[in-house]
């Protein structure tokens, strides 16, 4: 087993992602609040501090070289818990964005997200709606967020679904979607697809106390995936060319007609077809779940139990895999970043050569 790489101890706020540039030899951490840079050595570089809200899933672009992490902010017992880690008495408004970090400027620790000119946002629009908008239950009241919405989280370069393998990457944002077992309108995970050529013109510095609202008015595609109900949606959602598929670590469900699964898998070759929404009163185009894993046979999904992933995913395209394990310590949260190898049966295991 190859030795892991330990993340180094950062307060209370667990590790939510990881993205790796073997190339230049640096491996990020989103650490909720924080940003951390990192050698694959082990030796911290600099960090991004003074967020407010949430810092999730984090995605390098493969061809401009910036990060990009889902970033929330939202009065939920999500949002006052972190304000409460972090020892901030405010109240913030709901805003979602796409992070935009230009870690080559990262060379130093504790540098502001706010004042240091190393990180941008832009306004996802639909999120937002879709948040304050409503849903309804399993007896036809009308219940607060649609489709479950409880923000993003998941974030990902790739191609669209059907589209060849070596085609135009666009950025795929995934919902956070809340665990309420009294709705049927919840069990489906939610992919927004953005082209983000101009985005440019959206890109605004971050100001925590008057949310900038500069970004797109709708996606280009939003895409469903029948899973059924899983603890705050995606967690980690990571395209990998290897297996051509979009892999969804979350928060195993609690609905016991449903197999959830720790981990499930996009087939990115297959395109989404429009069909009727299960537990929905509306039509959507439907993502295929990939022919691999356990399948459950009272609903066909597919997926595995593979305990790990939810804190940070990262394919390299070659069949190997960098995955997180967070960890508690007297000193605060860290994470042990751990090789892994495609399995058929077990999706992942440790890499031992």
């Not at 003074?50 to 009065?75: D, F, T, V």
């Not at 489709?147 to 974030?155: A, H, K, N, R, W």
């Not at 804190?311 to 395209?317: E, I, K, P, S």
Request: a negative charge; hydrophobic letters at 35%; charged letters at 25%.
């Amino acid at each position: 087993m190859h030795q892991p790489i330990c993340t180094g101890t950062w307060g209370k706020c667990h590790i939510q992602g990881i993205a790796v540039d073997e190339k230049k030899g640096f491996i990020y951490y989103s650490f909720t609040t924080k940003l951390i840079k990192s050698t694959l050595q082990g030796e911290i570089v600099g960090s991004v501090d003074g967020l407010m809200g949430h810092l999730g899933c984090i995605a390098l672009h493969p061809e401009n070289g910036r990060l990009y992490g889902s970033l929330e902010y939202k009065q939920d017992v999500i949002g006052r818990g972190i304000l409460q880690n972090i020892g901030a008495d405010c109240t913030l408004e709901d805003a979602f964005y796409a992070a935009v970090f230009d870690v080559d400027k990262i060379t130093r620790m504790d540098m502001d997200a706010e004042k240091d000119g190393i990180m941008k946002v832009v306004y996802l629009r639909e999120v937002v709606e879709d948040y304050k908008g409503m849903g309804r239950d399993r007896a036809g009241q009308e219940v607060p967020h649609r489709y479950g919405c409880s923000g993003i989280d998941g974030m990902t370069f790739g191609p669209m679904f059907g589209a060849p393998a070596d085609s135009k990457k666009y950025l795929f944002v995934a919902y956070g979607v809340y665990s309420d077992l009294a709705r049927d309108d919840n069990d489906h995970q939610v992919l927004l697809k953005y082209d983000i050529e101009g985005w440019e013109a959206y890109e605004s510095p971050l100001n925590q106390q008057k949310m900038p609202k500069a970004g797109p008015d709708k996606p280009d595609d939003k895409l469903f995936v029948y899973t059924g109900n899983t603890r705050f949606g995606v967690q980690n959602l990571e395209y990998d060319p290897y297996k051509q598929a979009y892999f969804m670590a979350v928060y195993y469900g609690r609905k016991e007609r449903f197999p959830n699964y720790h981990l499930y898998a996009v087939d990115a070759a297959k395109a989404p077809v429009r069909q009727e929404l299960t537990g929905l009163s509306e039509d959507g185009p439907v993502l295929t779940l990939l022919e691999a894993g356990n399948c459950h046979q009272a609903t066909g999904i597919r997926g595995w139990n593979f305990p790990h992933g939810a804190t940070g995913l990262f394919a390299c395209g070659d069949g190997r895999y960098y995955i997180s394990e967070n960890h508690v310590t007297q000193k605060g949260q860290c994470g042990l970043i751990y090789e892994y190898v495609w399995d058929d049966k077990e999706a992942f295991v440790l890499r031992d050569e």
